[in-house]
């Protein structure tokens, strides 16, 4: 994937309410648990893949950093 593409974010309808459900094998915040079930979504896990690898790969984060 080229970094200069912009991807669309993903759009839900007004009021959407995710369903989560908190594991039982250990503490899991209402968080956790959503943020969770939100990467389940295609739509989601590609946006934030995309979003990390720019931030990643951001040679002007850098430089701002230096100076």
Do not use: C
């Amino acid at each position: 994937m080229k970094l200069r593409e912009i991807l669309k974010s993903p759009v839900f309808a007004l009021g959407h309410k995710w369903s989560f459900k908190k594991r039982n094998d250990g503490y899991e915040s209402d968080t956790t648990a959503l943020i969770r079930r939100m990467l389940d979504e295609e739509s989601i896990r590609e946006d934030q893949r995309w979003a990390w690898e720019r931030w990643r790969n951001d040679a002007s984060a850098l430089k701002n950093r230096e100076s």
